[in-house]
């Protein structure tokens, strides 16, 4: 596009001496004149002007319960008196499971003087995982479109952005509750009985969701604030949730729901656990505790940043049996090996057969 | 728009408030009212002419932003222009004279100019029928510069086409820039600030508004390139209002700069480049003396002699230069006739021409003793005649510098041919040649000479000829291209009976022949008694030297008379057999001013009619009220006339329209018609509901649209069912519906048209 700028300026360029060659006047010796230096002030100019734009970005929410869309906003600020008609904001959208499946997009908008100019745009999420939206680069014609200016590594505060995209809770997973709970029955006696098989680790300020029954009243009217117990289970150290990161987009998605649903009914249940994965960037098998709702989307945050292991390595599985890690129950779960079954299928039998397969491994 | 990729998909929310098309609007005219208001000042200014800017300043600016407005939506763009075209066509026709005035009087101003820069003896002037140009003046301008921005607003808007701009407002300043003229920096960085506020938008591309033209047409704030992954914005008046003011301040400063830096370094461009310039002159001199028709003049020259060719002059071109110059001693005031050339044979569309060798009064000349000596001297007319004086002999070896000296006997030749009989053609041919008795019968000669009532001497013919003429015909210099396959005179005689002194002298050499007089086509120039007054003294010449023989002392003296190309005529030569060959005038006077017809002429007379040279005789006085009533009265004529054609054109329209639908339901696949009609009853049920706001154009499928009906209660379950089998099987398979089920189909069609009729009238009462 430049060069057709520049093809149709030399045109008028040469229009205009011929204007020279033929009145030769003062009049078209300025026209000539402007026409020559033109280009060269507007690139002084917008080159100025362009160098004064910055760029924020920001979303509507930074965690999401659900793969709900999300709005992202940039604004471009320009701080010159140079409106600027074509401002390319180059941005990227990935997924940190997926780093190499992204969306590359280029925007052209125009750029007030003094303003600046505003968009947005959604993004819808099809899988969990932690999504973060970056500015590649910033370019811009000048006005006669004979220039490109360019700025690449926007990484100023508030250029980029992120937001967590959480597993979906099924409803339609129903594991046998009795097969993980094996080894477990002093807990559910005392449950019965109405007494927690739990003791508290650790005490924190009310956040909305806890349940009442867990607020420290004694302390909350020493310190003039509401104050949670955080209860561990007794019986955490003996049941651990193993999840496979894998790297089939579909598989891994639907494994994520699962577990989360798992760990929903188990903190349902009150029942304390561990969860443990394979991290890949760290190298080591990631356990965490968990107690509460709390804990829980702690884990599942830092379990979104993440790459995924490669399909078939049983990572998570092998890690903890080199930890050598105690447990009275393991919950494996894995994207499962069968054909002529669909997913929901697989994983609802693999549940089963995990849990049976958690007594070996203990 | 929805990008979806690998998990993820970006939709773009169209958080974009600006895209205002009142805004977009503006930017446009914005960009029509500099290049247009630019163009106009850089020329008024250039020639000064008087005109009251401010008012011209806010009407124009008006214009163009009622004009931009056009393009807000559809339905102004629709309705907008067919309105715009009937104000149009009103205004123009009732302010006629005011525009024609007004524009004749930039133009006269303008000519006034030229010949003030070029000393030209004789530039165009038009009548300016309004002569308050304070009025004429603005009103014109208002028009072309309406006019211009008409056609830029539509360039601009559809295309942002600098090209087209240029090509539209360049010619103004260029005509001033080439005249030399001092133009305001201010009207020169108006346009400059113009054509690189649309450069700069046709570069960047955001320039498509919502009805722009083609495939472009931006119904979304956004478009979508390279395979989905670039989003560009189409337009932001915004942008383009404030791009407009930063270019009009570099343009400003950067114009400031260099109107200072460069005459100051006194950048001497070679002299040499200037004889482009100098090669066009002559052209611009031709335009401002001959008028812009004056480059496709018919013959070369057509305010000379012609050479005898005949029709294909649509209106006389005068450069108003001198041809000839006499000099020579007058003795009378009658007009001298300069022969150059003799026609003989009539060819329908030209003459023949006819050497001088039948000199009958070469015998005066042994008998006269008297003489005179007249000298021709050839300034400007055609090099390949002899303009010879009547009766007169060269004087041997008397030719250089293009003055030839002839010694004349002046005769009056009405008392000859008051006392010439007319004889028989047999004793004609005893003198002359057959050719001058030759005619091709056209019953139009002959009607003519019925109605003209010939009878008498050769000079009571030659009057009756003469005085037909006078009454029954008008001179006219804009008389028409004959047509290619018509007779000259036949043409004139029997259908236009208006021409110019080419279709006399023709019409009446014809005449005189059928009736058995010896004539012959002449052309020539004649020194008329006003150039003859007008003549100038050659004071160191002696009267004597131009005489010969004995003439009495009298009251007179030696003059250069100076004959214009306005002078150059035809006539008839009738054959006295006593005396010889005699020239007649029978071409009537004419009232009509000199030829400055132009092609504004031309378009007048198309709003006119036939009756221009007529109207030109109108006093100014009287025109005030009567004319400008007759205007109106026209006005309103020719905006019924446009009326009427368009009512006919829309109605002519939907009867295709309707003609063609009929069609595509009787073609010979039944499945075919029945897709057809089916197509046809959904559009016009969406037509409808869409005016009342209604849903049924959200229905897209078929299935849709059936549940639709039932649950209208258009069709019962049953009948829905059935149509819908039906349209399955014509639309998406090969088989071919039986006449029964076309029927059938038919019949459940004819269904849906009719709950809506009912509705419409329960509606309506």
Same mark, same amino acid.
């Given at each position: 596009?430049?060069?057709?700028?520049?093809?149709?300026?030399?045109?008028?360029?040469?229009?205009?001496?011929?204007?020279?060659?033929?009145?030769?006047?003062?009049?078209?010796?300025?026209?000539?004149?402007?026409?020559?230096?033109?280009?060269?002030?507007?690139?002084?100019?917008? %080159?100025?002007?362009?160098?004064? =734009?910055?760029? #924020?970005?920001? &979303? $509507? /929410?930074?965690?999401?319960? *659900?793969?709900?869309?999300?709005?992202?906003?940039?604004?471009?600020?320009?701080?010159?008196?140079?409106?600027?008609?074509?401002?390319?904001?180059?941005?990227?959208?990935?997924?940190?499971?997926?780093?190499?499946?992204?969306?590359?997009?280029?925007?052209?908008?125009?750029?007030?003087?003094?303003?600046?100019?505003?968009?947005?745009?959604?993004?819808?999420?099809?899988?969990?995982?932690?999504?973060?939206?970056?500015?590649?680069?910033?370019?811009?014609?000048?006005?006669?479109?004979?220039?490109?200016?360019?700025?690449?590594?926007?990484?100023?505060?508030?250029?980029?952005?992120?937001?967590?995209?959480?597993?979906? %809770?099924?409803?339609?997973?129903? =594991?046998?509750? #009795?097969?993980? &709970? $094996? /080894?477990?029955?002093?807990? *559910?006696?005392?449950?019965?009985?109405?007494?927690?098989?739990?003791?508290?680790?650790?005490?924190?300020?009310?956040?909305?969701?806890?349940?009442?029954?867990?607020?420290?009243?004694?302390?909350?009217?020493?310190?003039?604030?509401?104050?949670?117990?955080?209860?561990?289970?007794?019986?955490?150290?003996?049941?651990?949730?193993?999840?496979?990161?894998?790297?089939?987009?579909?598989?891994?998605?639907?494994?994520?729901?699962?577990?989360?649903?798992?760990?929903?009914?188990?903190?349902?249940?009150?029942?304390?656990?561990?969860?443990?994965?394979?991290?890949?960037?760290?190298?080591?098998?990631?356990?965490?505790?968990?107690?509460?709702?709390?804990?829980?989307?702690?884990?599942?945050?830092?379990?979104?940043?993440?790459?995924?292991?490669?399909?078939?390595?049983?990572?998570?599985?092998?890690?903890?049996?080199?930890?050598?890690?105690?447990?009275?129950?393991?919950?494996?779960?894995?994207?499962?090996?069968?054909?002529?079954?669909?997913?929901?299928?697989?994983?609802?039998?693999?549940?089963?057969?995990?849990?049976?397969?958690?007594?070996?491994?203990? | 728009?929805?990008?979806?990729?690998?998990?993820?998909?970006?939709?773009?929310?169209?958080?974009?408030?600006?895209?205002?098309?009142?805004?977009?609007?503006?930017?446009?005219?914005?960009?029509?009212?500099?290049?247009?208001?630019?163009?106009?000042?850089?020329?008024?200014?250039?020639?000064?002419?008087?005109?009251?800017?401010?008012?011209?300043?806010?009407?124009?600016?008006?214009?163009?932003?009622?004009?931009?407005?056009?393009?807000?939506?559809?339905?102004?763009?629709?309705?907008?222009?067919?309105?715009?075209?009937?104000?149009?066509?009103?205004?123009?026709?009732?302010?006629?004279?005011?525009?024609?005035?007004?524009?004749?009087?930039?133009?006269?101003?303008?000519?006034?100019?030229?010949?003030?820069?070029?000393?030209?003896?004789?530039?165009?002037?038009?009548?300016?029928?309004?002569?308050?140009?304070?009025?004429?003046?603005?009103?014109?301008?208002?028009?072309?510069?309406?006019?211009?921005?008409?056609?830029?607003?539509?360039?601009?808007?559809?295309?942002?086409?600098?090209?087209?701009?240029?090509?539209?407002?360049?010619?103004?300043?260029?005509?001033?820039?080439?005249?030399?003229?001092?133009?305001?920096?201010?009207?020169?960085?108006?346009?400059?600030?113009?054509?690189?506020?649309?450069?700069?938008?046709?570069?960047?591309?955001?320039?498509?508004?919502?009805?722009?033209?083609?495939?472009?047409?931006?119904?979304?704030?956004?478009?979508?390139?390279?395979?989905?992954?670039?989003?560009?914005?189409?337009?932001?008046?915004?942008?383009?209002?404030?791009?407009?003011?930063?270019?009009?301040?570099?343009?400003?400063?950067?114009?400031?700069?260099?109107?200072?830096?460069?005459?100051?370094?006194?950048?001497?461009?070679?002299?040499?480049?200037?004889?482009?310039?100098?090669?066009?002159?002559?052209?611009?001199?031709?335009?401002?003396?001959?008028?812009?028709?004056?480059?496709?003049?018919?013959?070369?020259?057509?305010?000379?002699?012609?050479?005898?060719?005949?029709?294909?002059?649509?209106?006389?071109?005068?450069?108003?230069?001198?041809?000839?110059?006499?000099?020579?001693?007058?003795?009378?005031?009658?007009?001298?006739?300069?022969?150059?050339?003799?026609?003989?044979?009539?060819?329908?569309?030209?003459?023949?021409?006819?050497?001088?060798?039948?000199?009958?009064?070469?015998?005066?000349?042994?008998?006269?003793?008297?003489?005179?000596?007249?000298?021709?001297?050839?300034?400007?007319?055609?090099?390949?005649?002899?303009?010879?004086?009547?009766?007169?002999?060269?004087?041997?070896?008397?030719?250089?510098?293009?003055?030839?000296?002839?010694?004349?006997?002046?005769?009056?030749?009405?008392?000859?041919?008051?006392?010439?009989?007319?004889?028989?053609?047999?004793?004609?041919?005893?003198?002359?040649?057959?050719?001058?008795?030759?005619?091709?019968?056209?019953?139009?000669?002959?009607?003519?000479?019925?109605?003209?009532?010939?009878?008498?001497?050769?000079?009571?013919?030659?009057?009756?000829?003469?005085?037909?003429?006078?009454?029954?015909?008008?001179?006219?210099?804009?008389?028409?291209?004959?047509?290619?396959?018509?007779?000259?005179?036949?043409?004139?005689?029997?259908?236009?009976?208006?021409?110019?002194?080419?279709?006399?002298?023709?019409?009446?050499?014809?005449?005189?022949?059928?009736?058995?007089?010896?004539?012959?086509?002449?052309?020539?120039?004649?020194?008329?008694?006003?150039?003859?007054?007008?003549?100038?003294?050659?004071?160191?010449?002696?009267?004597?030297?131009?005489?010969?023989?004995?003439?009495?002392?009298?009251?007179?003296?030696?003059?250069?008379?100076?004959?214009?190309?306005?002078?150059?005529?035809?006539?008839?030569?009738?054959?006295?057999?006593?005396?010889?060959?005699?020239?007649?005038?029978?071409?009537?006077?004419?009232?009509?001013?000199?030829?400055?017809?132009?092609?504004?002429?031309?378009?007048?007379?198309?709003?006119?009619?036939?009756?221009?040279?007529?109207?030109?005789?109108?006093?100014?006085?009287?025109?005030?009220?009567?004319?400008?009533?007759?205007?109106?009265?026209?006005?309103?004529?020719?905006?019924?006339?446009?009326?009427?054609?368009?009512?006919?054109?829309?109605?002519?329209?939907?009867?295709?329209?309707?003609?063609?639908?009929?069609?595509?339901?009787?073609?010979?696949?039944?499945?075919?018609?029945?897709?057809?009609?089916?197509?046809?009853?959904?559009?016009?049920?969406?037509?409808?509901?869409?005016?009342?706001?209604?849903?049924?154009?959200?229905?897209?499928?078929?299935?849709?649209?059936?549940?639709?009906?039932?649950?209208?209660?258009?069709?019962?379950?049953?009948?829905?069912?059935?149509?819908?089998?039906?349209?399955?099987?014509?639309?998406?398979?090969?088989?071919?519906?039986?006449?029964?089920?076309?029927?059938?189909?038919?019949?459940?069609?004819?269904?849906?048209?009719?709950?809506?009729?009912?509705?419409?009238?329960?509606?309506?009462?």
């Amino acid at each position: 596009m430049g060069i057709i700028s520049l093809i149709l300026y030399s045109i008028i360029l040469a229009i205009s001496f011929g204007m020279l060659v033929f009145f030769h006047t003062t009049t078209s010796q300025i026209l000539f004149a402007f026409l020559l230096c033109l280009p060269v002030i507007e690139c002084i100019v917008y %080159r100025w002007g362009f160098q004064r =734009i910055q760029i #924020e970005s920001q &979303t $509507t /929410g930074s965690l999401l319960d *659900e793969k709900l869309p999300v709005t992202v906003t940039m604004k471009l600020k320009n701080a010159s008196l140079i409106p600027m008609p074509e401002v390319i904001v180059s941005y990227e959208v990935t997924n940190h499971f997926y780093p190499e499946e992204r969306i590359v997009q280029q925007i052209a908008i125009p750029v007030l003087a003094r303003t600046g100019q505003e968009f947005s745009f959604r993004v819808e999420p099809e899988y969990c995982g932690c999504y973060e939206m970056k500015v590649l680069a910033i370019q811009s014609w000048d006005h006669l479109h004979l220039w490109k200016f360019k700025k690449y590594h926007i990484d100023v505060a508030g250029a980029n952005c992120e937001f967590v995209v959480e597993p979906k %809770r099924l409803h339609s997973i129903a =594991i046998d509750g #009795e097969a993980y &709970t $094996t /080894g477990m029955e002093d807990a *559910e006696e005392s449950q019965n009985k109405g007494s927690d098989f739990s003791e508290v680790h650790h005490i924190r300020e009310y956040q909305p969701g806890d349940s009442l029954k867990d607020i420290h009243w004694k302390l909350s009217a020493k310190k003039q604030m509401l104050m949670v117990k955080e209860h561990v289970s007794m019986s955490s150290s003996q049941l651990i949730l193993i999840v496979e990161l894998e790297q089939n987009q579909e598989v891994l998605d639907h494994m994520l729901d699962v577990t989360k649903t798992v760990c929903m009914d188990l903190l349902d249940d009150k029942l304390a656990y561990t969860l443990c994965y394979w991290s890949r960037q760290r190298g080591e098998l990631v356990a965490k505790a968990i107690a509460n709702e709390g804990s829980r989307q702690q884990a599942f945050h830092e379990m979104m940043y993440e790459k995924p292991n490669p399909v078939g390595t049983n990572a998570g599985r092998e890690g903890f049996a080199y930890a050598g890690m105690l447990a009275s129950t393991v919950v494996w779960i894995h994207p499962a090996e069968g054909d002529g079954c669909s997913q929901d299928e697989i994983l609802y039998r693999d549940a089963s057969v995990i849990v049976s397969m958690s007594e070996v491994v203990s | 728009m929805k990008t979806d990729k690998k998990g993820i998909a970006t939709v773009s929310d169209h958080n974009y408030k600006q895209r205002s098309a009142l805004w977009d609007c503006l930017a446009k005219a914005l960009m029509v009212f500099l290049v247009v208001y630019g163009s106009f000042g850089c020329f008024l200014s250039g020639f000064g002419i008087p005109y009251p800017k401010l008012l011209f300043f806010v009407g124009l600016l008006g214009i163009d932003i009622i004009l931009s407005l056009l393009f807000y939506n559809k339905l102004t763009k629709n309705i907008g222009y067919i309105v715009l075209f009937f104000v149009v066509a009103f205004l123009t026709t009732l302010l006629f004279l005011y525009i024609n005035s007004g524009f004749y009087a930039i133009v006269n101003i303008v000519y006034e100019k030229l010949q003030a820069i070029w000393q030209l003896k004789g530039v165009m002037q038009y009548t300016e029928r309004i002569e308050n140009r304070q009025v004429t003046i603005i009103i014109a301008l208002l028009a072309t510069g309406g006019g211009m921005s008409l056609l830029l607003n539509s360039i601009i808007s559809n295309y942002m086409s600098l090209f087209g701009t240029i090509v539209i407002t360049i010619w103004l300043p260029l005509f001033t820039l080439y005249m030399d003229l001092q133009m305001p920096p201010l009207y020169i960085g108006l346009l400059l600030t113009g054509y690189v506020l649309i450069f700069m938008a046709k570069r960047s591309g955001h320039y498509i508004t919502k009805v722009s033209r083609g495939k472009k047409m931006a119904e979304e704030p956004f478009c979508y390139r390279k395979k989905n992954t670039q989003i560009r914005y189409q337009q932001h008046g915004m942008v383009l209002l404030q791009t407009g003011v930063y270019s009009a301040a570099l343009v400003g400063i950067l114009g400031i700069l260099l109107g200072v830096l460069v005459p100051a370094m006194h950048i001497q461009t070679p002299e040499s480049w200037n004889r482009y310039k100098e090669i066009t002159d002559e052209y611009v001199k031709d335009i401002a003396t001959l008028g812009i028709m004056g480059l496709w003049n018919g013959y070369e020259s057509t305010g000379g002699i012609s050479g005898g060719k005949l029709g294909g002059v649509s209106s006389v071109r005068a450069d108003y230069e001198t041809d000839i110059k006499l000099t020579y001693a007058p003795t009378n005031v009658r007009p001298i006739y300069l022969r150059a050339f003799v026609g003989g044979k009539y060819c329908g569309d030209h003459w023949e021409e006819e050497f001088l060798n039948d000199e009958k009064p070469n015998e005066l000349f042994e008998s006269q003793n008297k003489m005179q000596r007249i000298l021709v001297t050839n300034v400007g007319a055609n090099m390949g005649y002899w303009y010879q004086p009547y009766y007169s002999i060269m004087e041997p070896l008397s030719v250089y510098d293009n003055t030839t000296q002839y010694y004349y006997i002046p005769i009056d030749t009405e008392l000859l041919l008051s006392n010439a009989k007319v004889y028989s053609k047999e004793e004609y041919l005893a003198y002359v040649d057959a050719v001058y008795l030759e005619s091709p019968v056209f019953p139009s000669i002959d009607q003519a000479r019925e109605e003209a009532g010939l009878e008498g001497t050769v000079g009571e013919i030659a009057t009756q000829i003469a005085n037909y003429f006078e009454t029954e015909f008008a001179y006219t210099l804009r008389p028409g291209v004959t047509p290619g396959r018509r007779d000259f005179v036949d043409y004139f005689l029997g259908k236009t009976r208006k021409g110019l002194c080419a279709h006399f002298a023709s019409a009446a050499t014809l005449m005189l022949r059928r009736q058995g007089i010896p004539a012959r086509y002449v052309e020539g120039y004649v020194a008329t008694y006003q150039e003859i007054e007008n003549g100038e003294i050659v004071e160191d010449a002696d009267v004597a030297d131009y005489r010969i023989g004995p003439w009495e002392q009298e009251e007179t003296q030696v003059i250069t008379v100076e004959i214009a190309d306005t002078n150059a005529h035809a006539w008839v030569e009738v054959f006295v057999p006593e005396f010889g060959w005699v020239p007649i005038e029978v071409t009537p006077s004419s009232d009509e001013e000199p030829p400055n017809a132009d092609i504004w002429d031309l378009f007048a007379s198309m709003m006119n009619g036939e009756n221009l040279a007529g109207e030109k005789q109108m006093e100014v006085q009287e025109l005030d009220q009567e004319a400008l009533t007759t205007q109106m009265e026209k006005g309103l004529r020719l905006l019924c006339i446009l009326l009427a054609i368009f009512v006919a054109g829309k109605v002519f329209l939907q009867f295709v329209r309707i003609g063609k639908r009929e069609r595509s339901f009787h073609t010979a696949s039944r499945s075919r018609n029945l897709e057809n009609r089916y197509e046809y009853l959904c559009e016009r049920r969406r037509r409808r509901r869409r005016k009342k706001q209604g849903e049924f154009g959200n229905y897209v499928t078929q299935s849709e649209q059936f549940r639709y009906y039932v649950e209208e209660e258009i069709l019962s379950d049953e009948e829905a069912r059935s149509l819908m089998e039906l349209l399955q099987i014509a639309c998406y398979s090969d088989e071919e519906i039986s006449t029964e089920q076309y029927k059938t189909a038919r019949r459940l069609c004819k269904k849906l048209r009719r709950p809506q009729r009912k509705r419409s009238k329960q509606q309506s009462r």
